[in-house]
Structures are given as C-alpha cells and as structure tokens.
C-alpha cells in the first residue's frame, strides 16, 4: 500500500521568498505522483504530476516539484512566493500505475506574508 | 479541458432527509469517477469509486446503504445521502479520471445537516 508524508501542516513564507513544501511517499510499485491545490471551500486544482517522464516536472502558476526516487521524495517548490499563493496544498500518490486510486497527504497550508 | 462541477455547491437539509449530490464532467467522458468526504482542515477520504454502469466500489468503512452512488452515464455520477444525520454534515468532493490518468476535481458540496 501506497502512503503520503507531507511535513509541515503550516508553512508560512514572505512575499517573494522561496517555497518549498516536502512530500515524501511510499510505494511498492513505480508511483504517479500528484501535487494539488486547493482554495477555501473550493474543491483541488491539478499543480503538476509526475508520471514516469522527465524528473523534473513543471506546474502552472510557476510551480515545479523533483521527483526523487533515492529519497523518495516529491517536493513542491515556486522560485518566487505571490499573495495569490496562499492556499492548502495536497501531495498524493498512485502506485496503481494509473491515477486509479490516489492517498493523500495531509496537506499544507501556505501562508504568505508581506 | 477537463472542468467538473458539482450541484448543488451548498445544501443545507433536516435530519431524516435524502439529500443528492450531482457530479459531472463538462468536456470529457469518464468511465471512472470518485467521491471523497473532507473534513474541516483535514485531507479527503475517498469513500467510493463509481464506474460507469456498475457497482460503486466502497471503501472500508464506508457504508453503502446509506451513501448510494449511481454512475449512470460517462458524464454524470450522483452521490445520494440517506437519512442524513448531522454528522454526515461535511464537504464532499467528486472527481473524475480523464483519458491523461488524471483526476479532475469537482468544485465541492458543502452539506449541513440540522
């Protein structure tokens, strides 16, 4: 079975300071791995996704997150934090070789500051 | 591409009611859709995965009788609570799984239960 660790609930950054929000997996099988967004009282917003491609996977709204097989890791990052950034964001995975069936982390609230 | 929606976006019923909760994909077909149950600050749980002319596959614990789903067209699955009670008061989030392996997430029903 497929888990999600995202350390960190609360994450709070200024306003044009890096962002870097940890995932790290588990998965008995290559995985799918996902990074969602999600507004308040709005439902989840596809960031980006890794899919067995290119490591390196690039998002929208600036984001980009590296998949690290020896670390099993999955890390979000944003060069640049914008107000417009503040939300929760979900890390999830799919060892499924589809998005089939996908167990999420946590997830993380981004706080950003002036 | 891929939008889902949900109707309603927010209901609010008495005790002892059914209540049903729409989810549709607006520009693609899916032969899969999910139904998850988020709590206040808390990840989703899936609770179903409803396939296109057959039974909803339930997760554990997840009682069936009272959360029925019918998936009766590539577009639209219905989540109906019944005899809702207040604890089923939560937000409910649908998504369907696109020809890329993606799930696309509906907006959310908020439901309260007086």
């Known amino acids: 079975a497929q888990s999600v660790t995202q350390l960190g609930s609360h994450v709070s950054v200024s306003e044009g300071a890096l962002v870097l929000l940890r995932c790290n997996y588990s998965?008995?099988?290559?995985?799918?791995l996902f990074w969602y967004v999600q507004y308040p009282n709005q439902g989840l917003q596809l960031l980006l996704k890794?899919?067995?491609?290119?490591?390196l996977v690039k998002g929208i709204n600036g984001f980009e997150a590296e998949f690290k097989k020896s670390e099993t890791s999955f890390h979000l990052t944003k060069p640049s934090a914008h107000m417009s950034d503040a939300a929760e964001y979900f890390c999830?995975?799919?060892?499924?070789?589809?998005?089939?069936?996908?167990?999420f982390g946590t997830g993380t609230r981004l706080q950003v500051t002036l | 591409g891929a939008v889902v929606s949900q109707h309603p976006s927010r209901v609010i019923c008495k005790s002892g009611t059914s209540v049903k909760i729409e989810c549709r994909s607006l520009?693609?077909?899916?032969?899969?859709m999910f139904w998850y149950r988020q709590f206040p600050k808390q990840s989703l749980m899936l609770m179903a995965t409803?396939?296109?002319?057959?039974?909803?596959?339930?997760e554990q614990g997840v009682e069936k009788d009272k959360f029925l789903i019918n998936h009766a067209s590539l577009t639209l699955s219905t989540l109906t609570v019944t005899s809702a009670h207040p604890e089923d008061s939560s937000f409910y989030i649908c998504?369907?799984?696109?020809?890329?392996?993606?799930?696309?997430f509906g907006p959310g029903t908020r439901l309260l239960v007086l």
């Open positions: 998504s369907a799984l696109g020809r890329d392996e993606t799930q696309y």
């Open positions: 998965s008995s099988v290559p995985p799918y």
């Open positions: 890794y899919t067995s491609a290119a490591t």
């Open positions: 999830a995975v799919s060892d499924t070789g589809t998005a089939s069936k996908l167990t």
């Open positions: 520009d693609f077909q899916a032969t899969t």
């Open positions: 409803s396939n296109e002319g057959s039974k909803a596959t339930y």
